[in-house]
């Protein structure tokens, strides 16, 4: 699959809480994260999903860190503005800022966080188009979008493509499919997963149990893969022994009658 024009894995990495949590920063443990961020890329996972509010802007600090010697074509960082930031000058600084903070000159793909009550839609999309026409982003997106402002932010856009809607999606959670996710695959939308693992909840049902046994492999996997049928999920990970689970989903996909069995 591509992204903003780029060839990416089959699943992303989250990094939600990595060097903080919601806009306050924990630098205790800055090298472990820098560390595991790179893990995460030698083991064949090129998408890396932050925002502005994590850790107050540290964890796309840490995302730079982690990157900077890698070849610049190599991966695909989103990042968000949070929905405080909405405005036209808003959005701008927002941008500016994370690209300072990650040590880019443009971000793959900006999103908005949230969408917000007070803003109108059409002032936002009109500076994130602003910064795909300036070089400071290559594509845009959105966030938490439902059906119906996905439609207003697809009439608002005149000049770049809406790429992606990331939403919470998993095999636990998947009330996506029956509205939202048609309808994004219709307008040519991808669809970005985030907690594709129901906050770790997957490894407790039985059915993805049960198929997991036919691959030899975990319901962690199963469930990435289940996601990956529609989405481009970003699972979290703290240690570098879950990170190993993550990637080994890369390497097998999930048969047809097991997808359908599980979508029942």
Not at 134 to 141: E, H, Q, R, S
Not at 235 to 242: C, R, W
Request: net charge negative; charged share 30%; proline share 4%.
């Amino acid at each position: 699959m591509n992204l903003c024009d780029k060839k990416i894995s089959k699943i992303g990495f989250g990094t939600w809480k990595i060097g903080g949590g919601y806009w306050s920063a924990d630098k205790t443990r800055d090298n472990y994260w820098v560390d595991l961020l790179r893990f995460v890329f030698e083991k064949g996972i090129n998408v890396f999903d932050t925002a502005e509010m994590y850790g107050g802007g540290h964890t796309e600090e840490l995302v730079g860190q982690a990157l900077r010697d890698i070849d610049r074509e190599e991966y695909v960082v989103i990042t968000k503005v949070w929905n405080n930031h909405l405005s036209f000058d808003d959005v701008i600084k927002s941008a500016t800022a994370s690209l300072r903070r990650l040590n880019l000159k443009s971000v793959d793909l900006y999103l908005i966080h949230w969408p917000s009550p007070s803003v109108p839609l059409r002032e936002t999309i009109r500076a994130m188009e602003k910064l795909v026409d300036d070089g400071l982003v290559n594509c845009i997106g959105i966030s938490n979008f439902d059906v119906e402002l996905v439609q207003e932010a697809l009439e608002a856009s005149r000049k770049h493509d809406i790429e992606a809607n990331e939403i919470e999606y998993s095999y636990l959670k998947r009330d996506p499919e029956s509205r939202l996710i048609p309808f994004l695959e219709k307008n040519g939308i991808k669809v970005i997963a985030y907690s594709p693992l129901g906050r770790g909840e997957v490894t407790k049902d039985k059915r993805l149990q049960e198929i997991a046994k036919n691959y030899n492999a975990t319901p962690i996997q199963v469930a990435l893969n289940y996601v990956s049928k529609k989405a481009i999920p970003i699972p979290k990970a703290s240690t570098k022994p879950h990170v190993e689970e993550l990637a080994k989903a890369l390497t097998w996909d999930l048969r047809d009658e097991d997808y359908l069995a599980l979508s029942r």
